[in-house]
């Protein structure tokens, strides 16, 4: 680290969420700080996708610690998320520290003076069209169309004033992750070829034959909006994958789930955290649970789901399919496999004649009109397997993701940056460049936010900045070592090398930044909701560096317990986690010490199924002691309470059991009371949550 004091020159590049977080978190830092965006709008990716995108995570995860949202639980649509990003800007006072149509074109690192010159370009666009053979993706072309296999329309770049020149401190790439489309080629294919970066709605489907390529969220929901005009639309994937769905409870309960409705009327139906799938994926007590106990209740779960509403049901596909893959991998679930608009997916397969096939490959054959595929399952309604199936296809839309370029980066004398977080510490600092330059939005939970990654990373880099931090002399090594570990768990999808898993990893930049929450049992209620609701990122806010303990309580009060409570058979796993985990954990953190020591790859699968928390000892994070007990201990004393009192009431008369009850519970919440009126969070609607936003600058 450099010795220089503050305040750094911070040059940003990117305004979608995280370059946003990063501004603000260097400007309270009292640095000197510049954001530029290529595009006319900031929010990023949200503010190009298609028009019917609704995030795969809650608000409550997708919005920054110290700015919660306005309304209650929900899942944003792009245009509720974007305008959350515009209230955030102008509620931080950023718009005037940002430059929107400003495209970086070169980010040069002089060793000697350690300063970045950045080498930007206002623009606009202007289309184009040029032969397929000829594209060499420059930074003049904006976005490319592959049309019939052969020609291509493009926009280019057009310049609308000179270049501009930066000096620079320190550079802060929020360039997200999704820079350049990936596009398969398809060998004879004469069908239209779009990719999803250019998918605004179904319009371009109608009347057609669809080739959807992928299994991604953006596969799941252009397969779906394409059943409604189009005349067949068939989902290919090269492998099996995992659906989750965003409404667990609905899910649950009801056979026709169709999610593309209820997305639409959330806010007709308030919805609860024990509603929502992160409930399940993301909350601190799951986490710690071993991946067996996690499997066998979702094994569990699913089991019930088919019996309960029919195999052929939107809600009964979901499950077998999910069981299907389950089984298959039962003794090392990988978690970033499930694609998280699983429920649009399901519905449309049962609902809207969507079919699934799962082949190695696909072949244009003929007039380049026919898709071809060999050894095929149909993955859904009607599961068979067959050796061949051939499909007219007019129009196919490649889901295919999209991969990073930071051949625009140049440090003098050394090799260019590896486009591969996981050689960067924490998905943020690549070797040897740690002072120099952070990269947020690097870091994607299998189910979580990147903007909460982006905002843990962008807090640590502002107190590295300021010289309060300092990297770990190994990060490096230890950014190695974390990834190979990553790579190993994350092993069905080996080319996303952003993946995370949040609960570990945000735990992990906590314990850099001093911020890692904890909570004492002197309110047992809140005890409870912290270990049960979903890491929400103002729950980072409750100690360390810019703690604001009030305004987090303020939100997470507005929620009752039982909304925190997983809609499983959860006093179980509530008493199971107090009674047993203690001593199973303690076991497995002894155990740690020898079979950390083994290389994974000489240990059979099913070494995962360890009593402790599997992911929770990802991204560097050290099982210690007070792990272990800290939970544990909290829900021994609750569990312990709550059987005491139980049996001290059954062996009561009626009247004094009823006068004993009523008591308890007035203390109770006098009890609860009194401690919000200390920490002054008395707020119990979530309407106050818009109050709560002009509280929290
Ligand atoms: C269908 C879909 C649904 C999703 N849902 C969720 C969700 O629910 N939750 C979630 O966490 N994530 C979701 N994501 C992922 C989403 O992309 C990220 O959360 C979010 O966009 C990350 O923000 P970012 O700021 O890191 O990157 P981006 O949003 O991609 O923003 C990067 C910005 O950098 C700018 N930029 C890039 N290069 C340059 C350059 N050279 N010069 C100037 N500017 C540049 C771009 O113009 C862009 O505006 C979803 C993605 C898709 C495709």
């Not at 026709?256 to 409705?261: K, S």
Request: charged share 20%.
């Amino acid at each position: 680290m450099s010795d220089t004091p503050s305040p750094k020159k911070v040059f940003i590049i990117g305004a979608g969420p995280s370059g946003l977080v990063a501004l603000k978190e260097m400007l309270e830092a009292g640095h000197d700080v510049v954001c530029v965006d290529a595009k006319k709008q900031i929010g990023g990716l949200f503010s190009v996708s298609y028009d019917e995108l609704y995030t795969t995570t809650t608000n409550m995860f997708l919005a920054f610690s110290d700015f919660p949202p306005k309304e209650g639980l929900k899942y944003w649509s792009k245009d509720e998320y974007l305008r959350y990003l515009e209230d955030y800007v102008d509620h931080f006072g950023l718009r005037r520290y940002i430059k929107l149509n400003t495209a970086v074109k070169k980010c040069a690192l002089d060793k000697h003076t350690g300063h970045w010159k950045i080498l930007t370009e206002a623009w606009q666009s202007t289309p184009g069209e040029i032969r397929r053979g000829s594209i060499a993706l420059s930074g003049d072309i904006l976005k490319v169309v592959v049309n019939h296999g052969k020609r291509a329309s493009v926009v280019f770049r057009k310049d609308v004033a000179p270049g501009y020149t930066y000096d620079a401190d320190y550079l802060i790439v929020a360039s997200g992750t999704n820079q350049v489309p990936n596009c398969p080629d398809l060998p004879n294919c004469n069908a239209e070829v779009v990719h999803s970066a250019d998918f605004t709605n179904a319009e371009m489907c109608i009347g057609k034959k669809v080739l959807v390529i992928g299994n991604g969220e953006s596969a799941s929901d252009v397969a779906a909006q394409s059943t409604d005009v189009a005349e067949k639309v068939i989902l290919f994937s090269r492998r099996n994958f995992d659906l989750a769905p965003r409404f667990i409870s609905k899910f649950l309960s009801d056979g026709a789930y169709n999610e593309r409705q209820i997305l639409t009327e959330q806010d007709e139906h308030s919805q609860s955290p024990n509603d929502m799938l992160e409930g399940i994926t993301n909350s601190r007590i799951l986490s710690k649970l071993p991946i067996a106990l996690f499997s066998i209740v979702l094994d569990a779960m699913l089991s019930d789901v088919t019996k309960l509403h029919g195999e052929d049901s939107a809600a009964g596909i979901l499950a077998k399919i999910d069981k299907a893959n389950f089984r298959k991998d039962f003794y090392a679930f990988d978690t970033s496999a499930p694609t998280k608009s699983g429920g649009v997916l399901a519905h449309a397969v049962a609902c809207k004649g969507l079919d699934i096939i799962i082949s190695p490959q696909v072949d244009f054959i003929e007039d380049g009109k026919i898709a071809h595929f060999e050894n095929v399952s149909f993955m859904g309604k009607d599961e068979k397997n067959v050796d061949a199936v051939d499909v007219e296809v007019d129009i196919v839309i490649l889901c295919t993701g999209f991969s990073i370029n930071l051949d625009w980066i140049e440090v003098e004398g050394s090799d260019p940056i590896e486009a591969n977080p996981r050689t960067w510490f924490k998905h943020c600092f690549p070797p040897g460049l740690g002072d120099k330059v952070a990269f947020l939005g690097f870091a994607r939970p299998a189910q979580g936010g990147i903007p909460q990654c982006s905002e843990l990373l962008a807090r640590y880099t502002a107190l590295l900045l300021k010289g309060e931090r300092i990297l770990p002399e190994d990060y490096a090594k230890q950014a190695i070592k974390e990834g190979q570990l990553e790579t190993e768990t994350f092993y069905s999808t080996p080319n996303a090398t952003s993946l995370v898993e949040f609960p570990p990893f945000a735990s992990s930049v906590a314990r850099l930044i001093d911020c890692e929450p904890s909570v004492s049992l002197i309110s047992p209620s809140r005890f409870a909701k912290f270990w049960m609701l979903p890491q929400w990122m103002c729950f980072y806010r409750l100690n360390g560096p810019g703690a604001n303990p009030d305004a987090c309580w303020k939100v997470v009060d507005t929620y009752r317990i039982f909304d925190s409570m997983i809609p499983t058979p959860v006093l179980i796993v509530f008493f199971l986690y107090g009674t047993l985990m203690q001593p199973l954990m303690i076991l497995d953190y002894l155990a740690s010490f020898f079979i950390d020591r083994v290389s994974p790859s000489s240990l059979p699968r099913f070494y995962k199924w360890r009593f402790g928390g599997h992911f929770f000892q990802l991204s560097g994070n050290e099982m210690r002691l007070k792990d272990l007990v800290a939970p544990s201990f909290g829900f021994l004393l609750i569990n312990i309470a709550l059987v005491g009192a139980l049996k001290l009431l059954l062996s009561m008369e009626l009247g004094t059991t009823a006068l004993l009850v009523g008591a308890a519970g007035l203390l109770f919440l006098s009890v609860e009371k009194l401690v919000r009126l200390a920490t002054g969070s008395d707020i119990k609607t979530q309407e106050s949550n818009e109050l709560l936003q002009s509280d929290t600058s």
